[in-house]
């Protein structure tokens, strides 16, 4: 074939990889499989016809050789912070894009090539295409500002406004807004006007900025450069080898089939995303790798007037591009539908049909569709020619095909659809973008007018499912019954029994939910007869079948066939305002006046970009993972353990060791050998950094390889054999099992009692509820993994680290590695995100790393891996809460009178942190209401699942939702609407919590947030909207739900209220901070600098936060429990104000109007120190409590109150939910969010809307899609028992982009002020987390509704937590879920 020889490139080799190993880093790893978007690049080619098509891609799986003839932009070729930036990061950054910054440079990619291909991109188009990136901080919201600002169609602003066009842009001011409701047709016009609010969208963004005002195409900004050395040039073929695989690239059919004959095993590589994936996860190797792309026979679309032709390795996108024109019904209308809802847009960018097809996967969404549709392939030998297969022939079993090894798919031709000829596509996943099908299908009818004319009858039929088999399949019972009868009700309910026979799921199928794929499968059946009747009443005579009823109509559609929701909202916030704080009521009375003037330059209350905004947005932003490693640097490993509860017997390294390029294994024998202690753990020390003899959890620890490269460190640390030996007849996974086992961690077992609870339960005429409330865990999802590189000095060690607990990270490196920690530091820059889960559980990766630094005195990086850092590293505990509580009617109110409940959490195999976090559940259950009596109980259970850790509110929500759950209950049995419940049992300035804190006068805002956040809804006109939908409607529900909250901010543990902050001054007049908190996204750095600016009286720019570094702020605390701005800007503050009293003499004398540099420059000749430590400790009565006080009867406050005081202060807010369920899929979407806060006043409402944002999407996740699935009892298919089956973006879904609210409208309360805390501002990060628990009630008052309507008589709905789509099809109870194997009662399975 005349190849061209290319060695300098291996042909399994990512593009991501190359170019990060070459410092291109912009670009970054967050999973390795196409599920996250962070890895996008845009990979340009000049077509057929001479233009450029620019098309994002994965680089995590587009093979480096397969960029051949094309040119690749990654973020650095947009722009950067010293050329200038692109119009997309530009906006991205303005518009406050950012947070960790780590998911930001794939989407700018992703958003800039959509604009690169078709400068005039609309919305619509916009919101198509961003579904193959996930951001977990932002919750999308300024994500969809910022790109759509720069649509062709940008007419309304996030206000609904319309921004662009507005004539009134550049008055406009959220003051005239609202009472106008002309202006804000989203309902925000019911809002009460609160004083000087601004409108972070419209007002600040779109006024201040002329570059906001235009969209793209009006920007004319330069299109994406293509070299002139790639025009006309067509790919030829080539080779490439790296001695085990060799890639052929090849570029004509003939040469393909040569190929295949004499390689029948070798595989065509297309889009790669199936081989890709099996090479990396599953470690298939291909010693014969065919490129499939290059290939001009096996591309294009054509069309006779029988057949729409698909060339096999045609791009899906070209396909869905070619058949959005489809008129509904047919069959390229199902096709782009389907194609729609299809992985990303990154994979459709390059996967293939054929792709779909040869893989065979049981859950694929192409092959039941195209075996529906009657379609039929043409595959091609060498030897043997040409022959077709009909697709739905094709599948022979699990991932077994009719084709012959050297046979080639050449294209696929589709039948087109006739006159009464419908085709539908369906498809139900966990979430609705970028995932696998539980149960897919294509399903298509022919009709004709029967002999007589009367009726229409079924002509032909086919249905085809995924899911419902180890492969597609078919349902020839059901098309056979069908045929010949008449299209009506009733025909349509006797198919249904054939359907079943058709696919007999049974009840252990690997991948679980038999019940709900049933059901599914049914639903689907109906909503298909549905449509088609529908489409049937339009194209044929009036008549011609039976009508279907009104409120039936609905149930046709699916998020399949319905349009993208478009997302709009706004964010209030008062004007930028100082209001003094905590500084004015220290010891230190009296904020000294700043050393620079005017003070309008004061920083504090702005709506500042974030500190490193553009550097996110160009990628420019520097990671653990993206520091150069030393050129003598190692890659490191982890050895995990494969099962849990054994012995390990014995650990063979021999065959990893003599692998070329592997420097050392290190194992528990090496760390001693250094002096190391193996033993660490944050509060008792029961882990061990090495793995000894137990083996705890799947993904135990038990060595490090380090060897020259990655893959080479990966490859030994496969070859490393590890033999097991006395295993447990009874591996504990769940918490019943441990309950039933009685595995607990006895020492944090505590209890809080107040009143007389068992009095209170006999209160004549209470109303009790009882029962046992499940709620599920949560991964963190961080998209930057765990990563750390350590860099033996030469007395020491210095750590790089994803971590925020840079002191825990420097004292067990110190320890482990046998080191004093005076010699070795810790440095941590920035993380790509943390929530929690980098609080302790970094510190084990960095552990095993610096012992083995230390042992082979070289560098060593170990960065985790996305599926081994979800296995090993723990997640947000899952909690089981057995209750009884009792409410009574009083004065014509509901009124709570006592609540008892036993709360277990799953802590996993060691204690980490889960002792705090129950304590903060115990802290959190009485919500915002007012018991009687109160007795809650915490016990963690010993399990074999990984330690599980700290997470955004830390154990807050669980607690939060087990009482929102018993409230739901009580107000259902007593039959009051239950916000009004809510809203009668509010605490009440004065009263004390069940822990014994009085709410304090004068802090009580939760009654004001609740009632705000009723009018900010138009709460009376949404109830009486939803009860008219729902009578409307009987197989889509809409529900409402308002969830109030109040977060006690303090570690509960006394000793870390605690902060220390090192501040500089230049002569230049700008400052320098270094503080012992850690930048993960939250904005921390930015508020620290706008405090200290604020304080010296400059600009914020002035200001700058450098790495956390344990060299220059020691023995910190890690940054959590949402506290770090009120330490670490009280303790800032203290430092600045040591400086400034040092300065005043000269400011004195120089006046006024001095610089900070005249000033700090005339200090320095006068020999004045302008460096300052400062130091800030919570005082003692706001925070501590004393587990094992005992009373003495001397105590006058409320019960508890001598056990201390766990709160500095409550953060406060609600939010409504109102969502729209599909009952017979089990589909939901948020319809709208209003979220009213007090964040006291606001240092940053930019970053505070961020927070609040952010933190409720993540607490949707938590509450619906998110669900982890461990190998226990109810999950037998998952083996070993205690593996985490959900690992990676395949199967775990934290929400995507189109998941967020359609209207998310977000107010910061004014008047508010906290003089608590630092500015008087309150602490944010953990708080709104609880109100996405809003959706979660919304969907089960969605179910009542529809439960009520159905006539469902059995037992009440109990909505186990998360709200996934099988449990919220399954809730519903109707007989079609019965049949399926649900029913009334029906409790889908889950890991707890
Ligand atoms: C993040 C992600 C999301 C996904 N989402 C979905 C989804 O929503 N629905 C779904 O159905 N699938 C999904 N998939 C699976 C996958 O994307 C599809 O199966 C896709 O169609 C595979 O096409 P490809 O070109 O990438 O295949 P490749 O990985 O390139 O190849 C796959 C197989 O096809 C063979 N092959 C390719 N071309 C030919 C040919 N012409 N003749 C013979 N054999 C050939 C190859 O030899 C190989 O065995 C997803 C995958 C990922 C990674
Ligand atoms: S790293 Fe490529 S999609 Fe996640
Ligand atoms: S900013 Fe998107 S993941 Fe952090």
Redesign the pocket.
């Known amino acids: 074939m005349g190849p061209k020889e290319l060695v300098h490139m291996s042909p399994t080799t990512t593009l991501?990889s190359f170019l990060r190993s070459n410092g291109i880093t912009g670009t970054?790893?967050?999973?390795?499989?196409?599920?996250?978007?962070?890895?996008t690049v845009i990979v340009s080619k000049e077509t057929s016809d001479g233009n450029v098509h620019h098309k994002s891609v994965?680089?995590?799986?587009f093979p480096a050789v397969a960029a051949d003839c094309a040119h690749v932009t990654t973020v650095e070729g947009l722009g950067s912070t010293r050329d200038g930036l692109h119009p997309v990061q530009e906006r991205m950054t303005k518009s406050h894009g950012s947070q960790c910054g780590f998911c930001t440079p794939g989407i700018v990619v992703a958003i800039s090539a959509i604009f690169a291909n078709k400068p005039d991109a609309t919305i619509d188009e916009i919101e198509e295409h961003m579904d193959g990136n996930l951001c977990r901080c932002t919750g999308y919201r300024p994500i969809w500002d910022s790109a759509k600002s720069l649509c062709s169609d940008a007419k309304k602003g996030p206000c609904g406004s319309s921004c662009n066009s507005c004539p009134e842009r550049d008055d406009c001011d959220i003051e005239h807004l609202i009472p106008d409701p002309g202006c804000t047709p989203n309902n925000v016009g019911a809002a009460p006007a609160p004083a000087n609010n601004v409108c972070s969208s419209s007002h600040e963004k779109f006024k201040s900025d002329p570059v906001f005002n235009k969209t793209f195409e009006e920007l004319n900004h330069p299109s994406l450069p293509f070299p002139e050395e790639l025009k006309g040039v067509a790919s030829t073929p080539f080779v490439i080898t790296n001695g085990s695989t060799t890639w052929y690239d090849p570029n004509t059919l003939d040469v393909l089939l040569d190929l295949k004959k004499e390689f029948p095993n070798g595989r065509i590589v297309v889009g790669n995303s199936e081989v890709g994936i099996e090479q990396k996860f599953k470690n298939t190797k291909y010693p014969v790798l065919i490129g499939g792309s290059n290939i001009h026979e096996l591309k294009g679309i054509s069309e006779d007037n029988e057949n729409f032709t698909f060339g096999a390795n045609t791009p899906l996108s070209d396909i869905a591009h070619f058949c959005e024109s489809g008129s509904e019904g047919s069959v390229t209308w199902a096709m782009s539908n389907m194609l729609r809802w299809f992985a990303s847009t990154q994979i459709r960018n390059t996967a293939s049909l054929a792709g779909n097809l040869a893989t065979a996967s049981p859950i694929s969404d192409m092959n039941p569709m195209l075996a529906a549709s009657n379609a039929a392939m043409t595959v091609k030998s060498k030897e043997r020619g040409s022959r077709s297969i009909n697709v739905s022939e094709f599948f022979l079993s699990y991932r077994k095909t009719a084709m012959q090894p050297d046979e080639v798919i050449v294209d696929i031709k589709v039948p087109k659809t006739s006159k009464f000829e419908y085709v539908y596509p369906y498809k139900q996943a966990k979430r609705r973008e970028d995932d696998i099908s539980i149960v897919t299908s294509g399903m298509r009818v022919r009709l004709a007018p029967s002999p007589d004319g009367s009726q229409f009858v079924v002509a032909e039929s086919s249905f085809a499912f995924g899911g419902m088999s180890f492969k597609t399949v078919m349902a020839p019972q059901t098309s056979a019954f069908l045929l010949n009868k008449p299209w009506n009700f009733e025909t349509f309910d006797e198919a249904r029994k054939f359907l079943a026979l058709d696919l007999p799921l049974p009840d252990n199928v690997p991948g679980g939910q038999p019940e709900y794929r049933r059901t599914l499968a049914a639903s689907f059946l109906f909503k298909f007869f549905v449509a088609v009747s529908l489409q049937i009443e339009k194209d044929a005579p009036p008549g011609a079948v039976e009508p279907i009823k009104d409120d039936v109509k609905s149930a046709s559609e699916s998020f399949v066939t319905m349009r993208k929701p478009s997302m709009t909202g706004t964010q209030r916030f008062p004007k930028p305002k100082y209001t003094p704080g905590l500084e004015d009521g220290t010891e230190k009375k009296g904020v000294p006046e700043p050393v620079s003037r005017p003070s309008e330059k004061r920083a504090v209350g702005k709506d500042s970009t974030h500190q490193s905004g553009a550097l996110h947005c160009t990628g420019e932003a520097k990671y653990t993972d993206d520091i150069g490693l030393p050129t003598d640097g190692l890659e490191g490993c982890l050895i995990h353990s494969t099962t849990a509860g054994c012995d390990v017997k014995s650990i063979d390294i021999s065959e990893a060791s003599s692998l070329e390029g592997v420097v050392k294994v290190v194992l528990y024998e090496d760390l001693v050998k250094t002096g190391g202690n193996n033993k660490l753990g944050p509060v008792i020390k029961d882990e061990e950094v090495f793995g000894t003899k137990r083996v705890r959890h799947v993904g135990q620890v038990l060595g490090i390889v380090v060897a020259e490269t990655l893959e080479i460190a990966q490859e030994a640390a496969r070859l490393v054999k590890v033999e097991y030996e006395n295993f447990d007849d009874n591996v504990i996974v769940s918490i019943e099992e441990a309950i039933k086992a009685n595995s607990f961690y006895h020492m944090t077992d505590h209890t809080i009692e107040s009143g007389d609870v068992a009095a209170a339960f006999d209160t004549p005429g209470a109303v009790v509820v009882e029962g046992k409330f499940r709620l599920g865990g949560q991964e963190h999802f961080y998209l930057e993994c765990n990563t750390t590189m350590c860099v033996p000095t030469e007395t020491g060690m210095t750590v790089y680290t994803s971590s925020q607990a840079p002191t825990k990270t420097q004292m067990y490196c110190a320890s482990a590695s046998g080191l004093p920690a005076n010699k070795v530091v810790c440095k941590m820059k920035r993380m790509g995100g943390g929530f929690g889960g980098k609080e302790t559980r970094s510190v084990f990766v960095a552990a095993a790393c610096s012992v083995a630094a230390k042992i082979v005195r070289r560098p060593v990086r170990v960065t985790l891996d996305r599926n081994v850092d979800m296995q090993t590293t723990g997640q947000r505990h899952a909690f089981v809460a057995h209750y009884k509580a009792a409410a009574v009617m009083e004065g014509g109110k509901p009124k709570l009178l006592a609540m008892d409940v036993n709360l277990y959490s799953n802590g996993g195999c060691s204690l980490d942190l889960s002792g705090p976090v129950m304590d903060r559940a115990l802290f959190h259950v009485d919500g915002v209401y007012k018991f009687d009596a109160f007795r809650c109980h915490g016990l963690v259970c010993k399990t074999h699942q990984s330690p599980h850790t700290a997470y955004r509110g830390f154990g807050g929500p669980q607690g939060i939702i087990t009482v929102e759950h018993v409230v739901d209950r009580l107000a259902t049995k007593m039959g009051i609407d239950a916000t009004e419940f809510r809203e009668s049992n509010f605490y009440k300035e004065g009263q004390s919590t069940h822990f014994g804190q009085t709410i304090e006068e004068g802090t009580w805002n939760v009654p004001r947030s609740f009632r705000d956040a009723k009018a900010q809804s138009g709460f009376d006109e949404r109830k009486a909207e939803i009860k008219e939908f729902n009578a409307k409607n009987k197989w889509k529900k809409r529900g409402l739900a308002i969830i109030p909250t109040k977060f006690g901010i303090a570690f509960t543990a006394k000793f870390m209220n605690q902060g220390g902050a090192l501040v500089h001054v230049y002569q230049d007049g700008t400052v320098l901070v270094s503080h012992g908190g850690t930048e993960m996204g939250q904005g921390l750095h930015t508020k620290v600098c706008q405090v200290a600016a604020h304080a010296f009286g400059i600009d914020y720019d002035k200001v700058f936060v450098d790495d956390s570094d344990t060299s220059k702020v020691a023995n910190t605390q890690p940054t959590a429990a949402s506290m770090s701005t009120d330490m670490y800007g009280m303790a800032t503050l203290d430092a600045c104000r040591q400086i400034i009293k040092r300065l005043k003499p000269f400011r004195d004398k120089l006046g006024e109007d001095a610089s900070l540099s005249a000033v700090a420059t005339a200090a320095f000749f006068e020999r004045v120190d302008l460096s300052a430590h400062g130091f800030y400790a919570l005082s003692d009565d706001r925070c501590g409590y004393d587990w094992g006080a005992v009373p003495d009867g001397t105590e006058t406050g409320p019960d508890n109150s001598f056990r201390g005081h766990p709160f500095n202060y409550f953060t406060q807010g609600s939010s409504l939910s109102m969502v729209e369920v599909d009952l017979l899929t089990g589909d939901h979407s948020i319809l709208r969010s209003d979220i009213i806060m007090d964040v006291g006043s606001s240092i940053n409402p930019a970053i505070d809307i961020g927070q609040i944002e952010g933190a409720f999407v993540q607490g949707v996740g938590w509450s619906t899609t998110e669900e982890l699935i461990w190998g226990d009892e109810e999950h037998e298919w998952v083996k070993p028992r205690g593996r985490l089956f959900t690992q990676g973006?395949g199967f775990y879904k934290p929400p995507a982009f189109n998941d967020m609210p359609a209207q998310f409208n977000v107010t910061l309360m004014d008047g508010v002020a906290n003089k608590f805390a630092v500015m008087s501002s309150k602490a944010i990060g953990e708080p709104p987390f609880a109100m996405g628990i809003s959706v979660f009630f919304a969907i089960k008052n969605a179910l009542d509704e529809a439960r009520k309507d159905m006539g469902v008589k059995s037992e009440e709905l109990i909505l186990m937590h998360p709200a996934t789509s099988e449990r919220i099809r399954m809730g519903v109870g109707d007989e079609i879920s019965v049949v399926g194997g649900g029913g009334g009662g029906f409790q889908a399975k889950g890991s707890y």
């Open positions: 991501l970054k790893l967050g999973c390795a499989e196409g599920g996250c978007g962070a890895c994965n680089a995590c799986l973006p």
